[in-house]
C-alpha cells in the first residue's frame, strides 16, 4: 500500500505552534484516500487485535490508514472482535499470533448503566454496585492484560469520554462516586502500565488534541454504537499509533549558549552577567538547562557550540550555580569559526549520524548555516524572548529523545565516548599503537545466547544501529521475538567492559544454523564498540560455539552502514555482495588477534 502526501504530523507541536488540533489530526477523507491505494505485491501482514466493547468504525479507519504510513510495506489487517463483549473479545485474543493489540476501554466497559445505551438505575442505591462492578471487572482485565502481554505489545486507551451524570450532585462539585470510580480507573491504568510490553495512552496529550467537551457524539453512539467524534478518533489513532511504533529517539542535542543555556551575550557581559534566574527574568534559561541535564542522565549525548573565546567558556562553564553542569557537557566547541565546523567535529566525536542530532540556537541565521551543511539535522530555534514558546518547547525536545526505560547502556554512554576519544587522541599524537591500547586494556567480552527471556537491548540495538548494520532491517516487538524464539534461530548478545570501564551490551548476531552453515540475518554493532575487534571475535565464536564451516551474510548495502562494508571486505578479501560467503578456514588462516578474555553469561 503506496504512502500517499498526508504526512504524519507531530503531536508535540500543540505545545509550541499556532496550530489548532484541527489542522494537525489526520481527516476521514486523508484515512480513505491511504486506504484506496495497494500495497506492494510482496508485502507482509501486520495484524492488529483491536479490542473494544462498542463499535470501532471510524476508529479502526483512522488507525489502518497510520499504520500504513508508518509500514509503508506491509498490509494492515485489523482483527475485531463482537460488539458489547470487550471482556470475551480479551480472552479471544489472549493466543493470536499477532504484531500488536489495541484495546479501546470506556466507562460502560465497566458497568452498562456509566454508558448512555444502558437503562439501568441511577439511583443512589445503585452507586455502591456500580463501583463493586467496576473493582471485579477491574481485577478481571487486569488479569487478561497480563496474560496477554506475554504474546504481543499491548496499547491500552483508558476511558476517554466524559461520566454520565450519575452520580445525584451537581455538576460542579466532585462526588465522592465519581472520585472513587476515577481513582479505581487510575489505579488500574497504573497496573497496567507496569507490565511488560504494555503501554498505556497518555490523557494529557490526549486533552491537547482532543478537548473533553468535543469527544463523545451522542447520536452516533446511539445509532450505530460508535461514541467517538471523528477528531476524537482520529486523535486516538494517531496516539495509538505512535505507541504502536514509536518514533527512534534522537542521540545526541548541541545547543548554543549566549541566549540559549543562558541569558545574555558572554563577550558583553562578562561571566558573572549572565544569568538564568527569575529576578532577571531569565529563569526559562534556567529550566531549559534543567531539561538538558536530565537527559544527559538518561543517556542523551549533550555538546556545545559556541562563537566565544575558549578561555571565557571554560570560566562560564565552571560557575558552581549553573544547572547543566560543565561535566555533562562533550565536547564543547567554543571559537569563531562557522557553527557547522563545530557540528561536524561534535558528529566526529560522538559517531553517530547527523539524523540523530538536534541542534538548538537563538540565531536563524545559524541554524540555517548548519542545517544547509548538514540537512539531516534537526534545528530548532530557541525562543528566547518567549517564555510560554520555551516550555512548548521542553515538551518537543522531551517527544524526540523520549524512550521508555532507560538502562544501564544509556547511563555509561557520554562517559564510554569520552574515553575512546581520548584514547584516539592519543593513538594519533604517537603515545602508543592500537595493539598496545588494546593489549593492556584488560578487556572482557561476555556473551549470551539466551533467548529466554528476550533482552531488551538487543532489538533496541536492532532498530537503532546504522553504520555497523548488515542490512538495515527493522523489527517490531512481535516480529521479532516470533523470529528469535524459532527453534533453528541462532543468537549472541554480546557486552563489553575494559579497565576503563564498561560499554554494556555492543553488538546483537542472529540467524539459522543449516547443517553445518549459519545463514547470518541480522548483525549490529554500537559504534561506541568500534576498534576494539569485537566483530572479529564475534565471528570466531560463532564459528566455535555452532562448530560450522561457513558463515552467510545476508548483507545488504545501505547509506549508513560503510563500517560493516569494510569489514566484510577485509575479512572476504573482496567487496560484500548479497548472501555473500566466509568459509571458516578462509576466517582461519587470517587469524586476527583481538586481546579479549571471553565470559559467557549466567544465562547463556
Known sequence: MKVSGTRLRSTAMLRYGPE????????????????????????RTFQVCLVSGFNPLHFQTFLTARICQMFPKRRPEIIGGLYGDIWGNLKRVAEANADVCVVLMEFADFDPRLGIRGLGSWGPEALTDILHNAEMRSEQFLEAIRTLCKNMPVVISFPTLPLQPVSFTQGWQASSFDLELRAIVSSLSLEASRCSNVRVINPERLDQLSPPTNRFNVKSELVSGFPYGLPHASAIAELMSRAIQPPMP????????????????????????????????????????????????????????????????????????????????????????????????ILEAWNIGSDSVVFIDDSPMELAEVKAAHPEVECILFPKDDPQAIDGLLYRLRDLFGKAAVSEEDSIRRESIRRLRVREEQIESGQGTADDFLRQSEAELTLSFSKDPLEPRALELVNKTNQFNLNGKRYTEASWQKYINQTDTVFMLAAYRDKY???????????????????????????????????????????ERYDVDQIEFDFQCTSKNRPIQDFLAEVLGESPTSQCKLSRKQFMERPTETFQRVLQAANG
Not at 489530526?25 to 500495497?39: G, S, V, Y
Not at 545526541?252 to 532577571?280: A, K, N
Open 250 to 345: 534522537k542521540k545526541g542535542l548541541i545547543t548554543d549558549l549566549d541566549d540559549t543555556l543562558w541569558s545574555g551575550i558572554l563577550g558583553e557581559v562578562g561571566v558573572d552577567g549572565v544569568s538564568w534566574d527569575l529576578d532577571r527574568r531569565s529563569h526559562m534559561h534556567g529550566v531549559y538547562q534543567r531539561l538538558l541535564h536530565a537527559l544527559s542522565e538518561t543517556g542523551i549525548l549533550i555538546a556545545a557550540a559556541s562563537k566565544n573565546a575558549t578561555e571565557i567558556v571554560d570560566e562560564a562553564l565552571a560557575r558552581e550555580d549553573l544547572l547543566m553542569p560543565r561535566s555533562a557537557l562533550f565536547p564543547v566547541e567554543a571559537h569563531w569559526g562557522p557553527k557547522s565546523q563545530s557540528v561536524s567535529r
Open 20 to 43: 489548532s488540533s484541527a489542522d494537525l489530526l489526520m481527516k476521514l477523507i486523508e484515512a480513505l484516500e491511504i486506504l484506496r491505494t495497494e500495497p506492494p505485491a510482496d508485502a
Open 501 to 543: 570501564g564498561p560499554l554494556g551490551k555492543i553488538a546483537v548476531l542472529a540467524g539459522r544454523k543449516m547443517h553445518r552453515e549459519i545463514s547470518l540475518t541480522m548483525w549490529v554493532m554500537s559504534c561506541r564498540a568500534f576498534s576494539r575487534r569485537i566483530e572479529h571475535r564475534c565471528l570466531r565464536e560463532l564459528f
